[in-house]
């Protein structure tokens, strides 16, 4: 069955250093969505990608569909403390209705 | 506020209990679900229902059994559970079933059994 892996598993900034996270499917995806779940919190949407190559911003935070619709990343820039938490990424195959779940990237800064 | 409640937030029970989760939301959609989260594993989808029918089923053991009586409500009813489903359980909705929209998450059950 369709596979999603992320990595890394965990990540420790300093505050101000990048970070990115790197989702990998085993099926080509027809769209990957991003969110964030803080310490204690739930899961919260962040964006959508759909087309191959896309490629979105939101302040620092920087989002890269893959040209085969297989992999995606998430890149931030001059990390904040408030960017501390796990970062998810779904991905739902072509024909599909199910969105898979990635294994999390756990963020932490450390000021 | 996601606009999807989950109640109880914290629930501690025993391996003969049976209890009930319960998930509402008044956002209009037709598409709910229920994961469970445990440390170190990804989000396991459990269950799904479009339009109050259960179209995903998720080779989950009996001991979780859930209902969706209309649109806006779903529960999960759990007996005989045992140590390993301790877990924090998600509710999530969309719009539909089948469209690119976002999931909404509710705050989730932490369960803890005993």
């Known amino acids: 069955g369709q596979q999603v892996m992320q990595i890394p598993q965990y990540q420790h900034v300093q505050e101000g250093e990048d970070f990115t996270t790197y989702c990998n499917s085993s099926t080509t995806l027809s769209n990957i969505q991003w969110y964030k779940q803080r310490p204690g919190g739930h899961p919260v949407f962040l964006i959508q990608l759909v087309k191959s190559g896309e490629v979105k911003k939101q302040k620092r935070l920087t989002f890269q569909f893959g040209e085969a619709k297989k992999n995606s990343s998430l890149h931030i820039t001059a990390t904040q403390t408030t960017d501390v938490g796990t970062y998810f990424c779904a991905g739902r195959a072509s024909g599909t209705y199910k969105y898979i779940f990635g294994t999390g990237t756990r963020l932490k800064v450390l000021a | 506020e996601t606009g999807v409640t989950q109640t109880p937030r914290h629930l501690v029970m025993g391996m003969t209990n049976k209890k009930s989760l319960k998930c509402e939301q008044h956002l209009g959609h037709n598409a709910m679900y229920w994961y469970k989260q445990s440390a170190k594993k990804p989000l396991e989808l459990m269950f799904v229902?479009?339009?109050?029918?259960?179209?995903e089923n998720n080779s989950v053991p009996s001991r979780f059994s859930p209902e969706c009586p209309n649109s806006s409500h779903l529960f999960l009813h759990l007996h005989t559970l045992q140590p390993e489903d301790s877990a924090l359980y998600l509710c999530?909705?969309?719009?539909?079933?089948?469209?690119?929209?976002?999931?909404?998450f509710g705050q989730g059950t932490r369960l803890t059994v005993v």
């Open positions: 229902y479009s339009l109050e029918e259960r179209v």
């Open positions: 999530a909705s969309r719009p539909r079933l089948d469209m690119n929209t976002e999931a909404f």
